[in-house]
């Protein structure tokens, strides 16, 4: 029976049921999320570890669906947890790709001590990162696979496409990645001579997570409000409470910075706008975007305040390969691939283009 077939007692009754459902859930999950009980299972995909080298890990996921052809490897930041592809169970991206059939991998670079401190961008993009893609396609049994940077990690895969243009890459794949260090937020943007990296590196030699995660709390003085004005108002929902822990867990767990290449990147991306003007370099060496000519996928998001779609819109014009296609977004940061609107559209629409070129 319809609510509209319903007569007036039995609707109030109906709401009150509803209602008092709602506030003994809300009570239940705002007691366990105060008392800090209620951590939701990050990263709970099945995986297996296939190659290690020093702190870094090489994540292939489990799947009896795999549908052959390039391995899709995902390559993060290095200053934020990887687990933000496999959130939590009905909100993970790497959810999405295997049920797709795509073959998964992903890079775990670790947490970075003192013993990581002269890492540079050459450690990432120059050793680890030829290693990893010679593990993942002999594994699948593929001639190359599809390689996908998310924002830092995003430079990263750049820079070693460039430096390794006869790497078996299939496709490449950038998402949210800043190239145009003048479109950044000046908090993010380090740059113009006058910052000093020496002042933000501790005993370690590196860049505390912190530092780095102060900064980007920075650009929003007012989300934490508010994000917690709607958890209070959907504590009786247990999958919005679970969403909204997963996502602070993670925008609260930034990991430091290796000192060398955090000097590197000031120099680089800051100081020099190094992809907008050609002074890139790895390694003592000089490299060039324009040396990447295998299919480019550059995806950004309209509602980015991280980096901006102008930050990283221009990354499309630099390459030297002949087919690239852009993928506007209507997302923020994260919201690229976290989330329903992006697991329906966002990310079917990323491995349709894959699949294209595969």
């Known amino acids: 029976m319809s609510d509209g077939q319903k007569d007036p007692i039995t609707r109030l009754v109906d709401r009150t049921v509803t209602t008092v459902k709602r506030t003994a859930r809300g009570v239940h999950n705002g007691l366990l999320h105060y008392a800090r009980m209620d951590r939701p299972p990050l990263a709970s995909t099945p995986r297996d570890t296939v190659w290690q080298r020093d702190k870094v890990e090489l994540w292939r996921y489990r799947s009896d669906a795999r549908r052959g052809g390039p391995p899709l490897i995902l390559v993060h930041s290095l200053v934020n947890r990887s687990y933000i592809f496999d959130l939590v169970p009905g909100n993970s991206v790497v959810e999405v790709l295997l049920a797709r059939g795509v073959d998964v991998y992903l890079v775990e670079w670790g947490i970075p001590d003192a013993a990581d401190a002269e890492n540079g961008l050459e450690t990432y993009s120059d050793y680890y990162l030829p290693e990893i893609v010679r593990v993942a396609t002999e594994l699948s049994g593929a001639e190359s696979a599809n390689v996908l940077g998310y924002c830092f990690g995003g430079v990263l895969a750049l820079l070693y496409a460039a430096a390794h243009p006869d790497a078996p890459i299939n496709t490449l794949i950038a998402l949210a990645t800043p190239v145009d260090s003048t479109k950044l937020p000046t908090q993010l943007r380090a740059g113009g001579g006058a910052f000093d990296p020496e002042l933000v590196i501790d005993e370690s030699g590196n860049v505390p997570g912190n ?4 900064a980007i709390r920075s650009l929003t003085p007012v989300a934490e409000l508010s994000a917690n004005v709607n958890l209070l108002a959907n504590l009786w929902n247990d999958e919005y409470v679970a969403a909204h822990n997963a996502i602070t867990m993670w925008g609260n767990d930034q990991i430091p910075f290796a000192g060398r290449a955090f000097r590197q990147t ?11 003007t050609g002074r890139l370099e790895l390694g003592g060496r ?3 975007l324009d040396d990447i000519r ?5 995806v950004f998001g309209s509602k980015d305040h991280i980096v901006p779609a102008d930050a990283t819109r221009p990354l499309s014009g630099l390459l030297g390969s002949p087919d690239v296609t852009d993928l506007e977004l209507n997302a923020g940061h994260v919201g690229l691939f976290i989330g329903r609107t992006a697991h ?3 990310v079917p629409a990323m491995v349709d283009w894959i699949d294209q070129h595969s």
């Open 211 to 214: 530092v780095i995660g102060n």
């Open 266 to 276: 000031v120099r680089m991306m800051g100081q020099d706008n190094g992809f907008m």
């Open 286 to 288: 000089s490299i060039s």
């Open 294 to 298: 295998v299919p480019f996928l550059n």
């Open 344 to 346: 329906r559209h966002g």
